[in-house]
Each structure stands twice: as C-alpha cells, then as structure tokens.
C-alpha cells in the first residue's frame, strides 16, 4: 500500500550542480525511492512515485528503482517535467506489463496504441537509465499487423534514454513526437519496433530483431513548410530517425522457421514523407538485400517514393551490401552523413540534454533518505518557491 503524501517516504531535498551538456546549471535534486522491499520510506509502484511529483514542477526528480520486477501500466503525465527513472541496470530493474491495441476495455471499446504501452511519458525532460521497459504481449499471428503491444510511448519533447532495454514484439518503441536521444541502450521486436514522428538518434544501440518483419516505421507526415499548421504539441522540422553507429542483429537465419521470406527490412514508410537513415552501423545477415520496402496494402503501396528518404552511410556486415538496395533509396554522401553524426546540431542538445547522475554518486552523497528529514524539508520549504510544494502540504 503506497504511503500518503505527508508520511515518512523518501524524499530527499538537496542542492547540487548538474551538468548539462555542454553548459552547466544550477538545479535541486529530489529522491525517490521505489523497492519491493517493503521498506517504510519505499514506495512499492513505480506509478507512487510518480504520483508524489508535484504537476508543473521545474526541478529535477530522481526515482531510483531498486533491483526488481514492477508492473505497469506507468503514466508520466504532461506536467510533470523532469523525472529521471535510474535503475542498477536493465538486467535487475524491469518494469513489464501484458496489453495490446485490440485488447477490450471494461466498457467493451479496445485500446488504441496510444494507450495501451507499458510506460506512457507525455512529460518533458524525462530521462532514464539502466531500466527494461517491456510488454510481454505474446507474438502476433505472421501478417496480424493490429495487435501493437509497445513496451513506451514517449510522447514529450527533450527526452533521454542510456542504457536501457525495450523488449516486446510489435512496436516495441513508439517514438510518437518530441526529440529524443537513446544511447547504449537495446531494442527488440519484429515488425514496426521502432517507430513514430519524433527526431530521434539512437546512438550505439543494439537492435535486434526477434523475427521476421520490419525495423522502423517512420511518419513524418508533413512537408517542412507546412509543420507550422500542425496539430502537434511539439512541432519538429527535421522528424528523422537516426541509427548512429549501432548493431543491427538479429534471429539465427540457418534455424529460423519462417512463413514469409525470412528476412527483416530496416524500414518502410508510416506516413508520405517517412525519414530514416543508418550511419555507420553494422547489418547483419537477417536483413534483406533490398533494404527497404514499401507499406503494401490491397491495392499497392500505400505511399508515392517522392518524398520518402531512407538513407544509408558506410553501413557495414553482412547485410550491408548495397548492390540490390530499392532504387528509391539512397546512399548518403559524407556531407549529408556528417549533418546527422552532429548530434548536438541535429536534435539541439546544447540547451536540454542532461547526463544523469550514477548510482555511485547518489550513493555517496546525502541525496538518499537522512534521518532529520523534517528539518531538512522545512530549510527547503523555505528556500524554493511555494508552487512546488502544493501537494506537499496535505498531511
């Protein structure tokens, strides 16, 4: 039973400094603490800690996931910016749920892919590291393309990801809008894995592929000059998919026992003006020679080649030869590959992409919980302004 705001949990106020990358700036750190210890200062779901974070806070909350299993659904809603989840690693810390698209409600109505994901980010400025986010939704009958089970969707813009893990089958990451940065982090499913309209890189990363299928699913839906009239809450001019010094791997081809071709495409279209490029990642033997594919429907492809880009760079491995590559797509010169290697330039990062503090580091500090918890949360009561104490308040 998760304790009521106003109980001894853990929460730790401190100031320190944070490194932004590449300025530094001043920020509080606050800490909590979820295990499945059953410790009196815990909270036992990752969904109480989240719910103890005041709506429209502006300061960096850390909650450290100890060594465990926890069970979803997991909302970050819109409004409660600046949440880092730090596990000990993706290995021992794993947040997984069972839900998929077609799945009934109680009122009889399905969920949608929007809501069906085992964590849901809407807020911005969320990181995460050293977490498995999975939905274990078991493998979609061969050509069942209705039945998306994504482990995320990360719907916030200025978002980070290290050293995490996405497992599940059908659009396993739902890259849905914002800019995002994965890194040293790992991917798998078969069809659709990857996908969305978000700017992403996802730097020195393993994909792999579980099966059959497709990698990425892009849907840049708009021109650049036409994004201003978008719908969107966080409009992007350069929604790409960016697979940067990566390893594509995959399902053993000599045993696999496939109904289809056997072989993985690194993507096709979700939407007309669909942007992907791999740069100097290694392709192994499971993806097919021609690369990419369109998105079929009864009645042929269901998007025109002039404006989708799917791009490759100094791909290597097996996979990589370019030979029999679809003639619409592209092989990208060192220039144009250059532009997107910039990761800084690319997704902006100078303002917003924040290293995470390591476990080492709260650890040794006094971030974690202190026996004068009281004493210290009226010093900082005091300190920072009151909107970020107003669920604070209620004993």
Not at 256 to 271: E, H, V
Not at 356 to 368: D, I, Y
């Amino acid at each position: 039973m998760e304790h009521m705001l106003g109980h001894n949990f853990a929460i730790v106020i401190c100031s320190i400094f944070l490194l932004w990358s590449p300025s530094t700036a001043e920020d509080v750190q606050t800490v909590l603490v979820v295990s499945t210890e059953g410790h009196p200062e815990h909270f036992a779901s990752v969904q109480g800690a989240v719910d103890a974070v005041p709506m429209w806070n502006y300061l960096r909350w850390v909650i450290y996931i100890k060594p465990g299993t926890y069970h979803g659904p997991v909302i970050v809603p819109e409004g409660k910016d600046y949440i880092t989840f730090l596990g000990e690693s993706a290995e021992t810390t794993v947040i997984t749920y069972n839900r998929k698209a077609c799945d009934k409600k109680q009122d009889g109505s399905e969920y949608t892919i929007l809501e069906c994901p085992t964590v849901i980010v809407d807020a911005s400025n969320f990181v995460a590291k050293g977490i498995t986010f999975e939905n274990t939704a078991p493998k979609p009958d061969d050509f069942d393309y209705n039945s998306q089970a994504p482990a995320i969707r990360v719907s916030g813009d200025n978002c980070a990801f290290y050293e995490c893990a996405f497992l599940g089958w059908q659009d396993t990451l739902y890259a849905d809008q914002g800019k995002h940065y994965y890194k040293d982090s790992r991917i798998e499913g078969n069809v659709d894995f990857i996908l969305g309209y978000a700017s992403a890189v996802f730097e020195n990363c393993t994909i792999f592929s579980r099966g059959e299928g497709f990698i990425t699913a892009q849907s840049r839906w708009c021109e650049e000059d036409c994004l201003a009239a978008s719908n969107s809450t966080f409009v992007t001019s350069n929604s790409t998919f960016v697979i940067l010094r990566s390893n594509v791997t995959g399902y053993d081809l000599a045993t696999y026992n496939s109904t289809g071709t056997g072989l993985t495409y690194l993507g096709r279209p979700w939407a007309k003006y669909a942007r992907v490029v791999f740069i100097d990642t290694t392709l192994g033997e499971h993806i097919a020679p021609e690369g990419w594919v369109d998105w079929m429907t009864d009645t042929g492809p269901l998007f025109a080649h002039d404006y989708v880009y799917f791009g490759e760079f100094n791909s290597t491995g097996p996979g990589a030869n370019i030979s029999s590559r679809i003639d619409w797509s592209h092989q990208l010169t060192e220039e144009e590959a250059r532009g997107y290697r910039d990761v800084e330039g690319f997704l902006a990062t100078r303002t917003w992409l924040e290293i995470p503090p390591s476990l080492q580091m709260l650890k040794e500090s006094n971030l974690l919980p202190q026996p004068n918890w009281g004493a210290a949360q009226e010093y900082h009561r005091n300190q920072f302004p009151p909107r970020r104490w107003k669920h604070l308040d209620t004993p």
